[in-house]
């Protein structure tokens, strides 16, 4: 964000065929950012030979060319453009069209629409700016911890103490636990490995991390929603795997797989989960609850990678 | 159809011989008494015509139809037990009474009455469905009439055969009515999506507007006017939510799945505190079919017992180290096959078990014995629902200081609608 006010702003091209969502959109955006729009795909594609954009965020069923294919071809077209789909339909239908065309990020169309989601996903989007659960908190209403679980014990008690603060403080915790359960053995026990690739530790043995093997915990609130992050330096996820692990839980295939049921679980049980990673350096899950229930609607599929 | 009928034109078809027959070898019976010329050769006849008389007799009470035989005056000349008993009237007060007045207690012969229609074409009659009200309940009844001739060619008898079609029926109905709603559903839940993309849009610039008045010109008023139309949009949106809540079923995932490997793979994955020092016994039966499910869901329901299980493992545990006594926890997993076409799957645990006063309310929404916040209470009224939606049965017991929980999911998915 900081970018913008002194330099130039991103440029956004919006496509979409329903005109009153291209405007609100623009309606939105054209306060930080230059904003273009297209009622579909060809038409974007001629904007964009005319003009450099930042980012482009597509609906994804139009006329002629399709959402996942004109992003397909966008992103062949200009090396390091940023795309993402906006849909009002149930993003678990195409978690498969996003794996085959690696789109990783999908907006949900919520009644009301969450434009302050959009901001964070924009902002990260556009800044490479991803990493920090604060990203997606209301920077003036914002509460925010942040603890580092260097053994199994640890992790432990640092899972009782959220999910006991978010009880004692909302009354829920929703599927916290259970989540938390599910990522954090995964960050203590799963991401660690030796040198020929097998797990470092045995899973719910007492285990003291070697110092380089920490995971850092944020856990936060603002007025509309609750939330943690779970950062390990050792986890090996790429958006890749990520999509093709969602997608074979989301298709019922990959229930004897080993791994990815939590990520599926998580995303299942959590209002949002977000996945930042940076290759081979880290690994960030975000996992946010609203309070109230007017931005369930569908999952999003949120996953950046730098 | 067609072939219920002709099945059962053949069988009735059968019986009129049958009757036939039986009411010669009668005639026959009583001539011989009345000339009462005693051999030894007569008396092995008479014998054998007894013994036919009675095995006719035998069948003809055997037949789960109502059969009822009538003269030209509609008077009943014989019945079956089973017509007896399903009028409520022992035979020998049926005999000689008016069709009509035993079966549907009419004074007068019905309107349309079938056996009518036989006297007088001599063919086979049918009406499809007549309705009688038997102990506060209305069943449905299909007749059938068929002639039976004399000598001469004229019709002596009409033979009623009387079918009970109220279960038939009432599966019909419940066939037409689930097609219905499941046509509704499809189409809800097609409509549903469409709106949503019309409504977002709605309600994404009323709080545009709402939310940068200034930009757009309007006043206090319109703002407020336009709070309206955001909370419109929301609610029509819930409303289309609980729609497509109701119309989910069809979206459904449905595979054949190894219902052993599921549960080793998710009572492998669950991660709870204590799990270590609790024992694990398996006892699921080999070359179990592969069951029609929704994987995803019923992994929700093990995950759910089995984390209640060890909750309730963990409890006793606190509970038996507070008063000093020793305790392991203990979790049984089974599934074996049941009958024909079911699994059943069991979870057991000798935790700290369900209280006999909250036995009957565990599966209610809500209802949780945990302290608030500790669990929703949702668990298990889930767990019931995708069950039920799986056409299977989840209960609870006690057996031997376990609490057990069965689930029954047929192999092959009947879909509750």
Known sequence: MEKMSEKQPFRILVVDDEKAIRMMLLDYLENKYEVDTAENGKAALELLESKKFDLVISDINMPGINGPELLFKIRSLYKGIKTALITAYNIDDYIRIAKDYCITNIIPKTVPFNFLELDSIINGLLTSNIFGLSRYLSENQMVLEKSLICSSKDGRELRESIVENFETKFGTSGDMKLILDEIITNAIYHAPVLEDGTEKYQEFSDITLEPDEYIQIEYGYDKEKYGVSITDYKGRLTKETVLYKIDRQIAGEGLLDDSGRGIHMSRLFADRMIINIESNKRTEVILINYFSNRYRGYKPLYINEL | ?????????????????????????????????????????????????????????????????????????????????????????????????????????????????????????????????????????????????????????????????????????????????????????????????????????????????????????????????????????????????????????????????????????????????????????????????????????????????????????????????????????????????????????????????????????????????????????????????????HGGKIFFERIDGLTRFSIKLPIERKYNV
């Open chain 2, 1 to 389: 159809m067609n072939l219920l009928f002709t099945a059962g034109f053949v069988f009735v078809t059968a019986i009129v011989v049958l009757l036939v027959l039986y009411s010669r070898l009668q005639k026959k019976v009583e001539q011989l008494k009345q000339f009462h010329t005693y051999t030894e050769r007569d008396v092995t006849f008479s014998d054998q015509i007894i013994i036919s008389k009675r095995e006719l007799e035998t069948v003809f009470d055997a037949i789960s139809e109502l059969i009822c035989i009538i003269d030209k005056n509609y008077r009943i000349v014989r019945v079956n037990k089973n017509y007896a008993v399903s009028v409520g009237i022992p035979i020998r007060s049926i005999l000689n009474k008016h069709c009509y007045q035993v079966f549907k207690n009419r004074s007068r012969i019905c309107d349309k009455c079938p056996a009518k229609e036989t006297f007088k074409t001599a063919n086979v009659a049918t009406q499809k469905t007549v309705s009688y009200r038997c102990n506060d309940e209305v069943r449905y009844y299909e007749l059938q009439t068929f002639p039976v001739f004399d000598e001469t060619g004229g019709i002596i008898r009409v033979i009623e055969r009387i079918r009970d079609v109220t279960e038939e029926k009432r599966f019909f109905e419940q066939l037409v009515r689930s097609e219905k709603l499941a046509s509704i559903g499809i189409m809800t839940s097609g409509v549903a999506h469409e709106m949503n993309n019309p409504l977002s849009g709605i309600s994404g610039i009323a709080v545009n507007l709402l939310q940068m008045p200034e930009k757009y010109g309007f006043n206090e008023k319109a703002v407020s006017r336009i709070t309206m139309i955001a909370d419109l949009a929301s609610r029509a949106t819930r409303i289309m939510n609980d729609l497509l809540h109701l119309s989910r079923k069809h979206d459904q995932a449905n595979i054949k799945v190894n219902i052993n490997t599921l549960l080793v793979k998710t009572v492998n994955a669950i991660h709870l505190e204590g799990i270590t020092e609790t024992e694990y016994q398996y006892d699921l039966e080999n070359s179990l079919q592969p069951i029609d499910c929704d994987p995803s869901k019923i992994q929700q329901v093990i995950v759910n017992l089995v984390t209640n299980a060890l909750q309730a493992i963990q409890e006793e545990k606190s509970r038996c180290e507070s008063i000093g006594k020793e305790y392991k926890g203990l979790l049984q997993i089974s599934s074996c096959r049941q009958k024909e076409k079911t699994v059943l799957i069991t979870v057991s645990d000798n935790g700290i078990g369900v209280p006999e006063k909250n036995s009957s309310r565990i599966f209610d929404p809500f209802f949780s014995t945990r302290p608030t916040g500790q669990g929703t209470g949702l668990g298990l009224s889930i767990s019931h629902k995708i069950i039920e939606e």
